[in-house]
């Protein structure tokens, strides 16, 4: 059985800011681990994805994601945030065998001016 | 590129009633999903077909709920006997393989009555 554990249902920050949102994931096999950005009344857009190779993986407007495989982690970070980053992150693993994303509950990032 | 296309964006349907939701994948994906999303239960997956076949199902509900890929240029999801419990967003996904980047439609807000 395959999880996602995004442990803060709420971030917020102010603009400027550096952030980091928070996966962890259970998975008995090979994976693809991607975060998904949803703004308020939209669908999901994506944001990044890692398989294999470098750890640390670059994403669209700025954002990374590092992966770890001794804490089973795929944590989100952006060095500095910009008040239309508000939005609802999701965290996503799905395994090398099926198309099926398995999602976190999602953190919601909330950026102050 | 017009993306995932989903018909309609909207539908209220009454207690008892069929509710047929439509999808446009983007042309030329091989890999066409379904999932729900609602407060409670967050992201499910329902189905996906692969070159139109059916790949997974594991996440439909077993007696009310079926999904249809007639031709490559849509899918269908179809829900008989609409129950208050059914009311969610429906979100119709493609991607060119499995395990590429997925786009997301918009979604089709289910309300049951």
């Known amino acids: 059985t395959q999880t996602v554990s995004q442990s803060d249902a709420h971030v917020t920050v102010f603009e400027g800011d550096s952030v980091e949102l928070r996966c962890n994931y259970s998975?008995?096999?090979?994976?693809?681990l991607s975060w998904y950005i949803q703004h308020h009344g939209h669908g999901l857009q994506f944001l990044l994805k890692?398989?294999?190779?470098?750890?640390v993986v670059q994403g669209v407007n700025g954002f990374e994601a590092e992966f770890s495989k001794s804490d089973s982690s795929f944590h989100l970070r952006k060095a500095s945030v910009h008040w239309s980053d508000s939005a609802v992150y999701f965290c996503?693993?799905?395994?090398?065998?099926?198309?099926?994303?398995?999602f976190g509950d999602g953190t919601v990032l909330t950026v102050k001016p | 590129n017009a993306g995932v296309i989903q018909t309609p964006r909207h539908k209220v349907t009454g207690k008892g009633q069929e509710a047929t939701l439509w999808c446009e994948p983007i042309?030329?994906?091989?890999?066409v999903f379904w999932y729900r999303q609602t407060i409670v239960q967050g992201l499910e997956f329902l189905t996906y077909?692969?070159?139109?076949?059916?790949?997974?199902d594991s996440g439909m509900p077993k007696e009310r709920f079926s999904a249809q890929m007639p031709n490559q240029s849509h899918s269908t999801l179809k829900i008989q006997s609409t129950q208050p419990q059914d009311s969610a967003v429906y979100l119709c996904?493609?991607?060119?393989?499995?395990?590429?980047?997925?786009?997301f439609g918009k979604g089709t807000r289910l309300t049951v009555v």
């Open positions: 996904a493609s991607s060119l393989q499995e395990n590429t980047e997925v786009f």
């Open positions: 998975y008995g096999g090979s994976i693809y």
């Open positions: 890692y398989y294999s190779g470098n750890p």
């Open positions: 996503a693993v799905t395994g090398t065998n099926t198309g099926k994303l398995t």
């Open positions: 042309s030329g994906h091989s890999a």
């Open positions: 077909f692969r070159n139109q076949a059916p790949i997974d």
